[in-house]
């Protein structure tokens, strides 16, 4: 079992930054790899970012050069860094878990808002 908390969120203005934290306990946090998604009013759920145990990263095409998703193992601790916000970036995130070797995201955290608009 993992549970998972995030925080950072809150209200940006176009083409600020946020950073998005999300902290792990409960298990053995490196043997997971992590995603960020989001989910707008109306829309489906999306992928952001993901980070795999040994570090490689993917990115969705829409957030390529202004999103970063990194992780700290010692601190249990995955954090997503958001540049250049856009008001279509405006959303609930969340992080997700998955154990290496598998393919679906079991373990979900309660989301955090990001809002972005002047």
């Known amino acids: 079992q993992v549970q998972l908390v995030e925080s950072g969120g809150g209200l940006v203005q176009p083409g600020g930054s946020l950073r998005l934290s999300c902290r792990a306990s409960?298990?053995?946090?490196?043997?997971?790899?992590m995603g960020w998604f989001r989910q707008a009013p109306g829309k489906e759920r999306e992928l952001v970012a993901t980070i795999s145990s040994g570090g490689f990263t993917y990115r969705a095409d829409s957030v390529k050069g202004r999103f970063t998703i990194s992780r700290d193992n010692a601190q249990s601790t995955v954090y997503l860094q958001m540049d250049s916000l856009k008001p279509e970036d405006t959303a609930l995130y969340y992080c997700?878990?998955?154990?290496?070797?598998?393919?679906?995201?079991?373990?979900w955290g309660q989301g955090t808002q990001v809002t972005v608009s002047s």
């Open positions: 409960g298990s053995r946090f490196s043997s997971y790899a």
């Open positions: 997700a878990a998955r154990l290496e070797g598998t393919s679906q995201y079991d373990y």
